[in-house]
């Protein structure tokens, strides 16, 4: 492991948005806005200066944008006033976790991005993971719970996908956007449900197969929509779907990339990943196949024999032992201390 000088500073940040999760073990104490939820990042906060030191402008190999991108126009202000400090031999730190795939334009930049397309890559963009909660940390001490293998593999999935019924009622809706908002508002629209189309012709391949287990619960809308007790069942109802089912399906909603895909992983489960010109993390150390049943966009037809082929490829060891080595692969290289741990080695070529 290899520690990291690098450098950020509170002029910078603008203070009415959260600061940067990687900053977290040494702006904690500043008494600076972070996220409401931070459970997660607790351990990160207490071992985040065993990978980084924190040191001045002039010895700094790194600089380390305050805030996300996507925070405010004033953050990206400020961080583009502080990349012009940058240069190749000490560039800036960015992260943008969002749905957006737009560029960000800083010169001598490294960005660590959720949503962005493999065909579009650029040299300098890398996949960062969605860190939402250790749901077994949350629900059972942190304590794996394992599953036998079953002749018949269940395929688990709780979450919004778009009904035909909806799609009518979107595409009859589109009349009156474009009356008021113009067409471009009209196709953004389209194009942030066109995956949520695409999740509805998965689960609906998957529910018509006589020798797959389906544990699906549908919902209508996106579960934030609802009132906060109601997030609350469902999230309980969420890791007991994800407890009870051998395999989830997982893939892209408006952005290219899946909270549920780590989610899955922390709770040692095997994704069914679909795969939509996806980033993701550590790609370039990590075989993601051994993890999931992988699925290209283009074989769902398909899908029903690629979960029964991957299912009946394994023992009953080998798939006790993938559910383990799954939980220690998030632990590892996707929670937030395993990913910052690492961060290093995207940066192997400059050290």
Not at 163 to 187: C, F, H, P, W
Not at 192 to 197: G, S, V
Request: aromatic share 16%; proline share 4%.
């Amino acid at each position: 492991m290899k520690k990291l000088k690098i450098f950020s500073d509170t002029p910078y940040h603008d203070s009415n948005v959260p600061y940067t999760v990687m900053l977290h073990p040494f702006w904690a104490t500043k008494g600076l806005r972070w996220e409401p939820n931070d459970a997660i990042y607790q351990d990160y906060k207490i071992q985040g200066n065993q990978f980084f030191e924190m040191v001045s402008l002039e010895d700094a190999d790194y600089l380390v944008a305050p805030a996300a991108w996507e925070k405010s126009a004033r953050a990206r202000s400020l961080i583009q006033e502080m990349a012009k400090h940058a240069s190749p031999q000490k560039p800036i730190i960015t992260f943008f976790w969002h749905d957006s795939d737009e560029n960000v334009p800083l010169e001598n930049s490294i960005v660590f991005r959720t949503s962005f397309y493999k065909s579009k890559q650029k040299q300098h963009e890398f996949a960062m993971p969605a860190w939402s909660k250790d749901f077994l940390e949350l629900y059972n001490n942190g304590q794996l719970v394992v599953r036998q293998k079953q002749e018949k593999p269940s395929v688990g999935f709780v979450g919004y996908a778009m009904s035909r019924q909806s799609e009518i009622y979107q595409n009859l809706k589109d009349v009156l956007r474009y009356i008021k908002d113009g067409i471009e508002a009209t196709n953004q629209k389209r194009e942030q449900r066109k995956y949520h189309i695409f999740r509805n012709k998965i689960l609906s391949k998957i529910k018509t197969s006589k020798k797959l287990e389906k544990n699906f619960v549908i919902r209508e809308q996106f579960h934030r929509r609802y009132t906060a007790e109601k997030q609350e069942e469902f999230q309980k109802e969420y890791y007991d779907n994800l407890i009870n089912s051998d395999y989830i399906v997982c893939m892209r909603g408006s952005g290219n990339f899946s909270y549920r895909l780590y989610e899955t992983l922390c709770c040692g489960r095997i994704p069914v990943f679909i795969d939509t010109d996806s980033v993701l993390p550590y790609d370039f150390l990590a075989d993601w196949k051994q993890y999931c049943v992988w699925i290209d966009q283009s074989e769902i037809n398909s899908i029903e024999d690629k979960i029964l082929d991957f299912h009946n490829s394994l023992s009953n060891g080998q798939f006790v032992a993938l559910q383990k080595k799954c939980r220690e692969f998030w632990k590892d290289y996707l929670s937030p201390t395993g990913f910052f741990s690492h961060l290093y080695q995207h940066f192997d070529d400059k050290l």
